[in-house]
Structure formats: structure tokens, C-alpha cells
């Protein structure tokens, strides 16, 4: 995107913020718009966002939480993994074009009935680093962002014992709705395989963006969706996968840590951890490499 189109993003950040501050959850599009959304984004490298998405006025545009990868300008540590032919910019682009697109996004009708928010992901597309979990859950509905519930919580604290934030990983989910839960008033479902499969390519766009050098799945469900592998997570956590080429490390989900507070347990996902540091060739610390081997360590 040229630099004088900047002004009009901000703007129409500012303007959705300002209707999701007045407590509005819908903007009327019209059909035009609607079909400007869904094209495929220009090849990560190519032309800037579509024109006719460029074209849309601010309020044909979902309301949408600030565009997250933004705040990776003001990341304590960089991780780029950006390849010399794709620019960080060009990514940061490409994620926020897809984000527009997947806000927009009406492929399963009882979902959109019941979500408050598209929860696309969150962090810095140029990482290397991919974390994908289930499916947003109540808090990650309220708030659209992946992970901020409590085992979110969890998720961001073993992100910063690893040396690093929210904003230099991404992080994503299988689904980007929240299941529903008819006749529930609390509680959260695992997504159905029709509902994995109608939201994938969300996240197979994703992954082309940002082209990680290393994907974390966490829990059974990121696994199966993505692997689609028949072993239980218990057998596979700690065993590198490859998923379209990318080192894949399946490993415990962060919920099942809160249900499960054994230090042998967090000792095995920290374990699964230190081999994602390695693989992407980080500093580990002796402190590191020595967490949860013993009581109160
Ligand atoms: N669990 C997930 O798998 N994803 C979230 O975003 C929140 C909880």
C-alpha cells in the first residue's frame, strides 16, 4: 500500500473503533462491497490492497479491533523471518487486507449469528514463530483477539518465558467464530470437522503470509485439524511434525495445563517449547532449559 493510503486506514481504524466504542456490532455493505471483500488479496510482494476494498467507505467495514500486527512496531524483540523477496511491509499488508476479508466473512450461517466478533489472530506477521489453537472462546469473542481468556493467560506466559511477547509471535486458531452453544448459557464446544473445514482457508492464507519457520499446534483439535493425524495428542506432543513444509510441533493446549497443574505436565510442554527455541535457533539460558524440572522450579 503507498504510503498516502496510510491516512485512510487509520482513519477507518479510528472510525470502527469509534462504532465499536458507541456499542454498534453491524455496519450495513452493500453487495458490491461484499464481493470486493471476499477476492483473494494481491501475491504477498504484488500490488497494494484491492482498489475496491481501498474504495469502501469506513462504514462498509465489519467493526473491527485495531489491526494487532500494528503493534509490532512496538515490539520489545524482533523474530523476522520476512524472506528477502517479501518485504515486512508487504505481510503486514496482506494480513490486514485478509482480515478485512475474513471479518466479512458469512460461510457458516449459525455462527454469524451468535459471534460478536470475527477473531482473526493477533501479532506479527513477519515472526517466524505460529501458534494455532482451537477456536475463540467466550472472552476471545467479547474481546476479538485469540487467547486472552485464562488459558490465554497461560499461553502468553509460556510465550514470555520463552524471551518473547504476543507481538513478536502470531498467533491464530483453527476457527475464527466461536462455536455456538444453543440452549447454553456458559461453556464453550470443540469446532465440528464441517466447521474446520469451511474455516481452513482463513488460516492456509494466513500460514502463505506469513510463512513461519515453525508452527506450534496446541491441543488435540489445532492437531487434527491440521495434521489430521489419528495418534492422541498424549503420543504425538514432542514429536516434530511437518505441515506444507513447516516444522510443526504439536503440543498440550494450554487449557489442559489449568485442568492439570502437575509440574511433570508443564514440564513436558515447556520441554516441547525448548525445541521450538532451538529449531529457530534461539539463546536458550541454563534458567531456561531448567524450568519445571523440579518443585517450584
Ligand atoms: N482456546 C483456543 O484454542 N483458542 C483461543 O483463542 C482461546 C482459547
Not at 455493505?29 to 476494498?53: C, K, N, R, Y
Amino acid at each position: 500500500m503507498s504510503a498516502e493510503l496510510d491516512p485512510l486506514l487509520d482513519a477507518t481504524v479510528r472510525h470502527m473503533q469509534e462504532l465499536k466504542a458507541r456499542g454498534e456490532r453491524y455496519v450495513n455493505v452493500s453487495p458490491e462491497t461484499l464481493t470486493a471483500l471476499a477476492q483473494p488479496p494481491p501475491p504477498v510482494g504484488a500490488a497494494p490492497l484491492s482498489a475496491a476494498v481501498m474504495r469502501a467507505t469506513p462504514a462498509v467495514v465489519a467493526a473491527a479491533p485495531p489491526v494487532p500486527a500494528m503493534a509490532a512496531a512496538t515490539a520489545p524483540k524482533s523474530l523476522s523471518s520476512a524472506p528477502a523477496s517479501t518485504t515486512p511491509t508487504d505481510k503486514v499488508q496482506a494480513m490486514a487486507a485478509l482480515r478485512l476479508r475474513a471479518q466479512a466473512c458469512v460461510k457458516c450461517p449459525h455462527l454469524v449469528k451468535t459471534r460478536r466478533n470475527v477473531v482473526v489472530g493477533v501479532g506479527d506477521p513477519n515472526s517466524p514463530l505460529l501458534f494455532i489453537g482451537e477456536a475463540p472462546g467466550a472472552d476471545e469473542d467479547r474481546q476479538g483477539e485469540p487467547f486472552v481468556g485464562a488459558a490465554g493467560q497461560l499461553l502468553t506466559k509460556i510465550i514470555q518465558t520463552m524471551g518473547l511477547s504476543r507481538q513478536t509471535v502470531f498467533i491464530a486458531n483453527i476457527l475464527k467464530c466461536r462455536p455456538d452453544t444453543p440452549g447454553q448459557s456458559s461453556g464453550n464446544r470443540p469446532p465440528t470437522e464441517e466447521e474446520m473445514e469451511t474455516c481452513i482457508p482463513w488460516l492456509l492464507e494466513q500460514i502463505d503470509i506469513i510463512q513461519p519457520k515453525v508452527i506450534v499446534a496446541l491441543g488435540a483439535t489445532a492437531v487434527k485439524g491440521l495434521l489430521h493425524n489419528p495418534t492422541g495428542i498424549t503420543r504425538l506432543r514432542g514429536h516434530w511434525q511437518t505441515f506444507r513444509g513447516i516444522p510443526t510441533m504439536p503440543t498440550y493446549h494450554p487449557a489442559y495445563l489449568l485442568r492439570n497443574q502437575a509440574i511433570s505436565e508443564k514440564r513436558k510442554i515447556w520441554e516441547d517449547m525448548l525445541s521450538v527455541m532451538e529449531k529457530l535457533g534461539m539463546n536458550i539460558t541454563e534458567k531456561q532449559r531448567g524450568f519445571f524440572l523440579k518443585a517450584g522450579g
